[in-house]
């Protein structure tokens, strides 16, 4: 097991604080993480889903347990520079956009860790075209060809062919993780996929 698919969508919290425990599980296993950006709103669409606040709105005592949970894999992971965004939920579809023109243009890592930064640490209204834009220039990241790029026909594509992989791999949500064509939802479940990560990599052997 060489790679691990990465279903993301910077929209969801749960995916920043999966990519900043990734890094970790690289270490341990030798795999590799591959991001695929993808259109959580497509997903949702496509499969007939909808977000956490939307879906737990009407249940007693789950939205509190999923903030428990959250602060407990904060804490167990020392991801101290979490913040929610007070402008949540963003729309997404010109950050996703972006990722796929960083990719084409060989900024991604750069531009992923900014986005994620200005998302779920400094708490920024990234689907303000002024704020994103401050914000790619800050990073020292190309902004105006990383604009221009995400109105091309291509990249619009991209995003769209990545999106509907990801539902065909059995994607309902982000974060989502593919090991081999064994599918993984959520950051709770990064101990499972660090397990199938080894077992598929021993099989290999």
């Not at 619009?156 to 791999?169: I, P, R, S």
Request: aromatic fraction near 10%.
């Amino acid at each position: 097991m060489d790679t691990v698919k990465f279903f993301f969508d910077f929209g969801s919290p749960n995916a920043y604080l999966s990519h900043k425990v990734i890094p970790a599980i690289e270490a341990r296993t030798g795999a590799t993480f591959e991001y695929v950006p993808v259109l959580l709103g497509g997903i949702f669409k496509a499969t007939g889903n909808q977000s956490p606040a939307t879906a737990f709105a009407g249940i007693r005592n789950k939205p509190e347990y999923e903030r428990l949970e959250t602060q407990r894999f904060i804490a167990r992971h020392g991801l101290s520079a979490f913040r929610s965004n007070p402008h949540f939920p963003v729309n997404t579809l010109q950050l996703m956009r972006g990722a796929v023109a960083a990719q084409a243009a060989g900024v991604f890592e750069t531009y992923v860790e900014a986005v994620y930064a200005c998302m779920w640490e400094r708490g920024l209204k990234m689907d303000d075209a002024a704020v994103f834009r401050d914000a790619l220039v800050e990073a020292g990241l190309p902004a105006d060809r990383l604009l221009e790029l995400s109105q091309t026909g291509e990249v619009k594509a991209g995003l769209m062919a990545n999106t509907e992989a990801a539902v065909a791999a059995g994607a309902f949500g982000s974060p989502s993780f593919l090991v081999g064509r064994e599918l993984f939802f959520g950051k709770d479940r990064l101990r499972e996929v660090e397990e199938e990560i080894v077992r598929q990599a021993g099989t290999a052997a």
